[in-house]
């Protein structure tokens, strides 16, 4: 039983806020039909601030260095894995899934964590030397925007 119904925000510029156009939608628990939640029902000028945002955001976050962003995405990966039982139990309250299939879900996000956190490695370029005669070639990989 849900004693307390949350409205959720818009995650905008590392900070919680209300949607623009202050319309909510209810979340129902498919098992019971509940209300478990209200979440905004963003508008373009949310959109936009979003974007924005994440424009201003990309011009500091682009100049990490990327053993740096991977560390940050090892920090996330220790974050799912210690809370990945909290998780399963979320996705079963919202999906309506069984524990065991929310928990698979869990698993195939931090697998795709894992792989996020070889970043680095992928991204390290390589060298053919002598590919012709006098000259050796590169390969070098960047993030998109870079």
Do not use: C
Request: glycine letters at 8%.
């Amino acid at each position: 039983m849900i004693t307390e119904v949350k409205t959720m925000k818009n995650y905008i510029n590392d900070q919680w806020q209300e949607t623009v156009g202050g319309t909510y939608e209810s979340v129902p628990n498919p098992a019971t039909g509940e209300e478990i939640a209200k979440v905004p029902i963003s508008t373009s000028e949310d959109v936009d601030r979003a974007v924005q945002a994440a424009k201003e955001a990309y011009e500091t976050w682009s100049q990490v260095p990327v053993p740096e962003r991977a560390r940050y995405m090892f920090r996330y990966l220790q974050l799912l894995n210690e809370n990945r039982q909290e998780l399963g139990e979320i996705i079963t309250l919202e999906n309506g899934k069984t524990l065991k299939d929310a928990h698979g879900e869990v698993q195939r996000g931090i697998e795709v964590v894992e792989l996020a956190t070889s970043a680095p490695n992928l991204m390290m370029g390589d060298a053919l030397p002598r590919i012709a005669g006098g000259i050796d070639g590169s390969i070098w990989r960047y993030p998109l925007g870079s």
